[in-house]
């Protein structure tokens, strides 16, 4: 597919979203990208450094719920695909501040479903969202796409309600609306408040890392550009109205992550210190992407191992990315240490 399209992405400056902005510069060059961020403590332009002078690319500082900002986007430029990765991210913040979760992640994106609907001649709006909106597993099992929405968390109840929203502006409006829902993310770019960059950022720096719980709590790991790839699948055949789970099928638990990324750093297991849990806490997520690989014919292209290693690499060669940001006191995992 060569001819030029524009896309919208909101929360380019952010983890999933500056990934996503570089890889799909490299890869459709011709393509005109629009970067809309309003740029919280989780959103960084610097990220996009390389990218920033190059004349199909722009970026808006705004923020996703100002209808005007939004409205204008969409009058001045000829916007064929939204991409929205815009939210707020963090389930330790969803739980102690909840009210700017609601604020972004749904009126937000139903601002943007809203001034795209208007504009009238979308190409694809891809929301993507997350497998936290299913809820948590027992030992066995798989979240599929016809798995009931069951959040927990505000950050998960937040985003299940923009999922619907999304599906309404589909059902009721034609919008070409389709969903992704990944599982965890880990590369380059992440905040350290999450768990693999907290774990190495602070073993780099042979502070104690800290572990949720019993620490068995079990993610279903994928690289971000295998996420980005995904997308791109969903974006170019993805079918409006459909939903697409996207995973690696990489069940681990958190300690088993925490253990690999200590003993590829060479420090000791000594370092866990386990903490209080965090309340309303998925067990498991584990993830069937069986429907993305069968009908858009995605395959993941980074193995754990080998993506665990990048991550640490790029870690360790980019301190002043992450040290002004592990400053941030990290709300929730960081502190009600256990006695
Ligand atoms: P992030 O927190 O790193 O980045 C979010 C970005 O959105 C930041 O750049 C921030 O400035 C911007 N933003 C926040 N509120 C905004 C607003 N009101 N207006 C404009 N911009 C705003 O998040 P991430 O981890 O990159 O996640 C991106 C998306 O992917 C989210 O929608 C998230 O739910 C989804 N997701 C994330 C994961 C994961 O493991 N990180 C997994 C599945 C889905």
Redesign the pocket.
């Known amino acids: 597919n060569t001819a030029r399209r524009t896309l919208l992405v ?8 500056s990934n996503f902005v570089l890889y799909w510069l490299s890869r459709y060059p011709q393509d005109r990208v629009i970067n ?5 403590y ?3 332009p610097e990220n996009l450094a390389e990218v920033e002078h190059l004349p199909n690319y722009r970026f808006v500082h ?4 100002d209808t005007e900002t939004v409205r204008r986007i969409f009058t001045e430029e000829a916007v064929s695909h939204v991409v929205h ?6 389930v330790d913040r969803s739980i102690l501040q909840p009210d700017a979760f609601v ?2 992640n749904v009126l ?1 994106t139903q601002c943007l479903l809203e001034e795209a609907r208007r504009q009238g001649n979308l190409t694809k709006f891809v929301h ?4 936290e909106v299913y809820g948590t597993l027992g030992e066995a099992g798989l979240f599929t796409e016809a798995t009931q929405l069951s959040p927990n968390s505000p950050y998960s109840a937040s ?1 299940a309600g923009s999922d619907l929203i999304a599906r309404a502006y589909y059902e009721t409006y034609g919008l070409p609306v389709v969903i992704t829902r ?4 880990y590369g380059p770019y ?2 350290p408040e ?1 768990l693999i960059p907290t774990i190495i950022t602070r073993a780099l720096q042979d502070q104690p890392v800290p572990v949720y719980g019993d620490g068995l709590h079990v993610r279903d790991w994928l690289y971000v550009e295998d996420h980005c790839s995904a997308i791109d699948c969903v974006l170019n055949n993805g079918n409006p109205g459909q939903v697409y789970n996207v995973g690696g099928g990489n069940e681990r638990t958190n300690l088993d992550i925490v253990k690999q990324l200590l003993a590829e750093l060479g420090k000791p297991e000594s370092s866990i210190r386990y903490v209080t849990d965090r309340p309303g806490h998925d067990r498991r997520y584990a993830i069937d992407a069986s429907k993305l690989r069968r009908e858009l014919g995605w395959q993941p292209q980074c193995m754990l191992d080998q993506g665990l290693k990048r991550t640490l690499d790029w870690y360790a060669a980019h301190t002043k990315w992450w040290l002004k940001r592990a400053a941030v006191p990290a709300e929730g995992r960081n502190g009600g240490e256990r006695p």
Not at 10 to 17: D, S
Not at 62 to 65: A, D, L, P, R, V
Not at 182 to 185: A, D, G, L, M, T
């Open positions: 909101t929360g380019g400056a952010g983890f999933i979203g809309l961020d309003g740029l919280t989780a959103g960084n705004g923020n996703i719920t990765f815009a939210a707020e991210s963090h604020r972004t937000g993507v969202s997350t497998d985003k990944c599982s965890n993310n992440q905040y999450k």
